[in-house]
C-alpha cells in the first residue's frame, strides 16, 4: 500500500507541475495586437514586405500554442515603434503606453528608453542595419578610353610627337642628299601612321633620321602596351563605381542623401549612437526632414532616381524592396553595401510590468530551441539575392589614370634618343663640313 501511495504522490506532483507549465503557456485572453507591417496591418499603399509575413507566421503560431485571440490596431501617426517626446510615445509603442495595445507582434531591438518603459521579450529574430545604394556603374565608356592616361601623360605625349615630328623635318630638310629628301606631306602623315599603329615605309638613308624614328618607336611600344594592357583589364575585370564604399565616406559627403524611416529603430540607432559618422548621418536627418520616409515603400525608386541617393535601414526590408523591383522590372537598379553596421536581435514589446511578459518569453524560447523562429524567419528572406556584387571584384569610385610616373620610361627613352642624335647630327655637320674644307680648290 506504502508503494501505490508513494506512486499516486508523485503522479499528483507530476501532473500539478505540468499545469503549471501549460498555465504559464496559456493566455486564454483577447490580446489587441500592434503592428505597422502588412498584410496583418491593412495598411493602404503600402506593400506586404517579408516582416510582415513573418509577423503574420509569428502571430499565427503564438495564438495557436498560447491559445489567445486577437485583434490588429495600427497607428495612425507613424507607421513605425515612435520615439519619446514630451512624456508621451508616438507610433505603436504609443498604443501600449496609452494601452491601447496589449502586445506590439512588429519586433525590433531594445534600446535604453524602450526599455525604460516597456517589456520586451528575449530576441527571436536577429536583422542588421544596412546601406542601399544605387547599382553601381561598370565597365568604361568613350571618357573611360581618354581616362587610361593622366592629362599630364596625354600633353607629354602630344607635346612628344610635335618635337618627333621637327625633329625628323628638320633633318630631313638640311640632309645633304637631296635625292633622299621626303615631301613635307608625307613625312607627317608617316608619323601620325607610326603614332596610331597603322605602319608604313619611308626609307631613309640618314642615321640621324633613323635614331630620332627608332627612339619614338621604341617609346610607342612602351605606351601603346600600356594603354592597351589598362584597356583590356578594364573590360575583362571591371572596377564598379560605387556612390559611397562606407558610412564614413557618406558622413564625409555632404552631397550625399541618406534616407531613412521616420521614428524608425534605425533612426533612434543613429541618434542614440555616439560614433561621429552616426552621429553625422542624424544630424543631416534632422538639418533635412525630406530625407525621413514615411514607409520604405518605393524607396528603390528614390534611390536609383539619383547617384547621390542611399538609403538605411533594415537588411529584411531593404533586401526585399531590391528583389521586388528586380522581378517587376527585369534589371537591379539597387543593391546593399556588403558591410553591415549594427547587427540586432528584435524582440517582441509589451506594456511595463505586463502580466503577459512571462509567458511570451518563455514561448518565444521555445520557439528559438525547436528551431521553429529560424525556420520563419528563412521562409520569408531571400537566402541569395540576385542584386549583389562579387566581394571578388574591385570597388573604386572611378579608375586611377596612368600617370607621368607610371610611363616615364617611354619618355626617358625619347629624351635619350633625342640627345643621342641632336650628337650624330652634330658630328655629321662637323664631317660634312670638314671635308668641304679639305676638298676646297686652291687658288695659285
Known amino acids: 500500500m506504502k508503494g501505490w501511495r508513494l506512486t499516486l504522490a508523485v503522479m499528483y506532483l507530476l501532473t500539478q507541475i505540468v499545469i503549471v507549465v501549460v498555465e504559464c503557456h496559456t493566455v486564454n485572453k ?58 508621451s510615445w508616438s507610433g505603436v509603442l504609443g498604443k501600449l503606453a496609452r494601452k491601447e495595445a496589449d502586445m506590439t507582434i512588429s519586433f525590433g531591438p531594445v534600446s535604453y528608453p524602450r526599455f525604460l518603459s516597456f517589456d520586451a521579450t528575449v530576441g527571436i529574430f536577429r536583422d542588421h542595419v544596412v546601406i542601399m545604394i544605387p547599382h553601381p556603374e561598370s565597365g568604361i565608356d568613350t571618357s573611360g578610353l581618354v581616362s587610361i592616361f593622366s592629362p599630364f601623360t596625354w600633353i607629354l605625349i602630344a607635346i612628344s610627337l610635335v618635337i618627333v615630328a621637327m625633329a625628323l623635318w628638320f633633318v630631313n630638310h638640311f640632309q645633304h642628299d637631296r635625292d633622299d629628301q621626303i615631301n613635307g606631306g ?13 605602319g608604313g615605309c619611308l626609307p631613309q638613308k640618314s642615321a640621324v633620321f633613323r635614331m630620332v624614328l627608332g627612339a619614338w618607336l621604341l617609346a610607342l611600344i612602351v605606351l601603346t602596351y600600356a594603354y592597351t594592357g589598362t584597356l583590356i583589364s578594364r573590360l575583362t575585370a571591371p572596377k564598379h563605381r560605387f556612390v559611397i564604399n562606407s558610412l564614413e565616406d557618406a558622413a564625409a559627403n555632404k552631397k550625399i542623401m541618406p534616407f531613412v524611416v521616420k521614428e524608425s529603430s534605425v533612426q533612434e540607432e543613429f541618434m542614440l549612437s555616439p560614433t561621429p559618422a552616426f552621429q553625422e548621418i542624424a544630424n543631416r536627418w534632422q538639418d533635412h526632414p525630406e530625407l525621413l520616409l514615411r514607409d520604405s515603400n518605393g524607396i528603390v525608386d528614390l534611390v536609383a532616381k539619383q547617384k547621390n541617393r542611399i538609403f538605411i535601414g533594415s537588411d529584411m526590408n531593404a533586401g526585399w524592396n531590391i528583389e521586388s523591383d528586380r522581378k517587376r522590372g527585369g534589371k537591379c537598379r539597387a543593391i546593399l553595401l556588403p558591410d553591415k553596421l549594427v547587427t540586432r536581435n528584435n524582440g517582441l514589446f509589451l506594456q511595463k510590468h505586463s502580466s503577459l511578459t512571462a509567458a511570451f518569453n518563455d514561448e518565444n524560447l521555445r520557439l528559438l530551441q525547436a528551431g521553429i523562429a529560424r525556420q520563419i524567419e528563412v521562409r520569408h528572406s531571400p537566402s541569395l539575392p540576385a542584386c549583389s556584387v562579387s566581394s571578388l571584384s574591385t570597388h573604386s569610385a572611378a579608375p586611377t589614370p596612368l600617370r607621368y610616373d607610371q610611363l616615364n620610361a617611354a619618355f626617358y627613352i625619347l629624351a635619350g634618343g633625342c640627345c643621342l642624335s641632336l650628337i650624330v647630327f652634330l658630328l655629321e655637320m662637323l664631317c660634312y663640313y670638314w671635308k668641304r674644307f679639305q676638298s676646297r680648290p686652291i687658288i695659285v
Open 30 to 87: 483577447h490580446l489587441q495586437i500592434a503592428t505597422f507591417y502588412n498584410p496583418l496591418g491593412r495598411i493602404e499603399n503600402i506593400s506586404t514586405n517579408s516582416k510582415g509575413l513573418m509577423e503574420k507566421e509569428l502571430l499565427e503560431t503564438l495564438s495557436k500554442k498560447m491559445n489567445f485571440t486577437y485583434d490588429i490596431t495600427v497607428s495612425t501617426d507613424v507607421l513605425q515603434f515612435g520615439f519619446s517626446g514630451n512624456e
Open 186 to 198: 608625307l613625312l607627317i602623315l608617316y608619323i601620325l601612321g607610326v603614332t596610331l599603329s597603322q
